[in-house]
């Protein structure tokens, strides 16, 4: 009799242990693809913050390649002779001037 008492007995305890065992099993299962879904989104988003920096590149190269054309011919300029200097020098005052004026506009009317 005692025999057939462990033997049930020992059936529960496998079952408990089962339910327990597939409750964790599906648990992991969902823990899984959420951390599989998280890293997807992380590709992705890395791929778009690549794109976005390859673009960057080719601005800044490009930009760059304005840059250096500009700064020749200032070179240039400033090399020509007197009159030019003073006529770039005085150009450079009217732009310093003109870039203050237009800003306390803009911040007046703001406000």
Do not use: H, P
């Not at 065992?21 to 590709?43: E, H, Q, W, Y």
């Not at 890395?46 to 390859?54: G, I, K, V």
């Not at 020509?80 to 006529?87: A, E, Q």
């Amino acid at each position: 009799m005692a025999d057939w008492t462990r033997a049930q007995s020992s059936g529960a305890v496998e079952e408990i242990v089962d339910r327990e065992n597939k409750r964790m099993a599906d648990s992991l299962a969902s823990k899984v693809t959420r951390l599989k879904s998280l890293a997807l989104d992380i590709d992705r988003d890395t791929e778009d913050q690549n794109r976005y920096l390859d673009g960057m590149d080719s601005d800044f190269t490009s930009v760059t390649g304005l840059l250096t054309g500009s700064v020749k011919r200032f070179s240039t300029v400033a090399r020509s002779g007197r009159d030019t200097r003073k006529l770039l020098c005085g150009m450079a005052v009217v732009l310093i001037v003109a870039f203050f004026i237009l800003s306390y506009l803009f911040s007046r009317t703001r406000t």
